[in-house]
């Protein structure tokens, strides 16, 4: 298969060295899992979207630092190119950012939360099992980095996984879509090392509960299995 990775951010220049940047998080994790599949990034920050939905097979969005209410003209953009894959049928998973202006796109509504921001790991409980979810576990527990939440379901959207800080975790929207507001590209030492870089933004109790959680297990490989599964249509467990 042939992904294309919509990068709608880029990790911080001091940050890169030691981490990396978006789309070479994504391409090692899932290129771990799926070697013979291949990847193309397209500069979506930068405006840069491929010229039909059908140059690839299926599409992963980055996370952002952007809010998919900003008004950007490159976020217009996006969103109406991710409109186009969804009428198109073709897959699309949707990761923080991309989870939530897929979202917007389709209707629903995207706002700050009231809970603040979340950050280190996040506790979820699955409540309706797919055939991609294998290997099967009823939690999925992941890095999180965000203030927006969707607010507002879209009509057609499925609630799969959720939790009391985030209600609409992961989401599924037909047989081609779906969208989860956790990182599974992240680690937990970049999460710690993003996490030092924005004490001007959350608050120090929220941080220290955030590098605390760090310790707890982390499913961010049985994610990218199931996201692998999920462009294949199935399972294609390794």
């Not at 009428?87 to 950012?97: H, I, L, M, R």
């Not at 996984?161 to 989401?171: I, N, Q, T, V």
Request: glycine letters at 10%; charged letters at 20%.
């Amino acid at each position: 298969m042939r992904i294309g990775i919509l990068q709608c951010d880029d990790v911080m220049e001091e940050l890169q060295s030691e981490f990396g940047n978006y789309p070479a998080m994504f391409e090692a994790a899932l290129g771990e899992l799926a070697p013979e599949w291949t990847f193309v990034t397209y500069r979506a920050v930068d405006g840069e979207l491929p010229d039909s939905v059908d140059a690839c097979d299926g599409y992963i969005t980055t996370g952002s630092r952007y809010g998919v209410n900003d008004g950007a003209q490159w976020i217009e953009k996006l969103e109406s190119f991710l409109l186009a894959v969804a009428t198109a049928g073709v897959k699309f998973v949707g990761v923080c950012f991309g989870h939530q202006l897929l979202a917007k796109a389709l209707g629903g509504q995207v706002e700050k939360s009231n809970r603040g921001w979340g950050v280190g790991m996040s506790f979820n409980q699955i409540g309706v099992r797919k055939n991609w979810m294998e290997p099967y576990q009823p939690s999925l527990d992941l890095v999180v980095s965000h203030q927006d939440q969707i607010t507002q379901l879209p009509e057609g959207a499925e609630v799969l996984a959720s939790s009391g800080f985030c209600p609409y975790y992961l989401l599924q929207y037909g047989s081609d879509l779906m969208t989860v507001q956790g990182h599974p590209e992240f680690s937990k030492a970049y999460s710690s090392a993003l996490m030092d870089k924005r004490t001007d933004r959350i608050p120090a109790p929220r941080i220290r509960e955030g590098k605390t959680s760090l310790s707890a297990p982390v499913d961010d490989r049985l994610m990218m299995q199931w996201i692998i599964n999920f462009f294949a249509g199935g399972r294609l467990t390794r």
